[in-house]
């Protein structure tokens, strides 16, 4: 299997320096339109509001994935899905807009969906051979015993 080479500086970069930055512009901007108590009151019921989507959306991927258990199939739509749910939620509780958007993103169905079908075709495209058994892209049945030799 190929190994995955991530670069942790970029997303750690974005993730505490230009996120943050986003969202307070984007708080400023609103809060001088709407005023601070509605800003305030929006960022918290986008937060309700995407508890009780995390809810309903999370049980009904649960479900999905006992039922794909059960009918012997590899639940790995389920699994992302549930991990987009984990981001989704996560991004809800942030204080925050640009968060909320990306956070919802996550947790609408059709968007989720969409969301983890251009990243399985991303992955499939830059790492092929790691769905079809190894370097020739073949997999082999066979046994194998141990031998002291």
Known sequence: M??????????????FVIIPIIEIYLLIQVGS?????????????????GVALLRAQGWQTYLRLQRSLSEGRYPATEILEGVA??????????????????????????????????SMVRYVRVYPNTLHGGPGGSIYEGETTHRDD
């Not at 080479?5 to 970069?13: A, I, Q, T, Y």
């Not at 509605?38 to 309700?48: E, F, K, M, N, S």
């Not at 984990?86 to 809800?92: D, H, K, N």
């Open 33 to 49: 339109l709407i005023g601070a108590l509605p800003t305030i009151g929006l960022v918290v019921l986008t937060a309700v509001l």
């Open 2 to 15: 190929p190994r995955i080479h991530v670069r942790p500086f970029p997303l750690l970069f974005a993730a």
């Open 85 to 118: 749910l984990l981001v989704g939620g996560a991004l809800l509780l942030t204080p925050g807009f640009f968060t909320d958007f990306i956070g919802f993103v996550c947790l609408v169905p059709w968007t989720r969906r969409s969301l983890i079908s251009w």
